[in-house]
């Protein structure tokens, strides 16, 4: 997370000290579990930025797994919610309290996981893209839209049991390392005219010079679209990019090779 893990560590301190409070600059205004939707599962890259490993926060150190192939494991998940809305995760994307996203301590970021409520039985898939939670027993901070759609958003806490959703394609930068990256994953969607909006968007922040396209991948029963540009000139070029991407209100994206 931006800051270094110092400001990870105070901001995971203040997320996740228990039930969370039924106060304005925490509980989010409210949503339907209908309106929380599952993360699609894509091959994202794993990428340097949020990977660090290992790291330390509060004395503990924590050591990335090399691969999330397999894992699965029943524990307490937390939620949490506003006073995060808007800041970076430890992978650079933003927070948003309503979309299905999760922080776990040793995951590779950005993985993705059926989440499943043993209490009731719901279950759903979320994207892991912060690290946490660092307070006794809990196993993942979920976003509080997730909370809703599982159903333990007023007890503030759940047992749940976590699946790895494995990706076939998917390439972790350490097998890319030195060859440098001149591609961006802009978003992937669900929607066609969605992908296509966002496309035109971001070729009026960059200009022509550069190409975008939207790809259609199958994901289970689902279509997915991704909204990808480049190849740059070169790596360092991506910086320009991302910035003007940043400057117009867009996502920064993801870093291809």
Known sequence: MKGGYAALALVFLVSCRGAPPVISDYQPPPISAAAVLDAVPTADPILPVGNKSPYEVFGQRYAVMASATGYTEEGIASWYGMKFQGRATSNGEVFDVYKATAAHKTLPLPSY??????????????????????????LIDLSYGAAVRLGFDQQGTARVRLEHIDMVGRDDWRDHHGKGYRRLQVGAYQSRVAAETIARNVREAIGNDILVEVTTVKEGANEVYRVRLGPVGKAEDLDDVQALLDQNGLSKGQRLP
Request: no cysteine.
């Open 113 to 138: 996981l059926r989440v499943t409520n043993l209490d009731n039985g719901t279950s759903m898939i979320v994207r892991v893209n912060d690290r946490g939670p660092f307070v006794d027993d809990r």
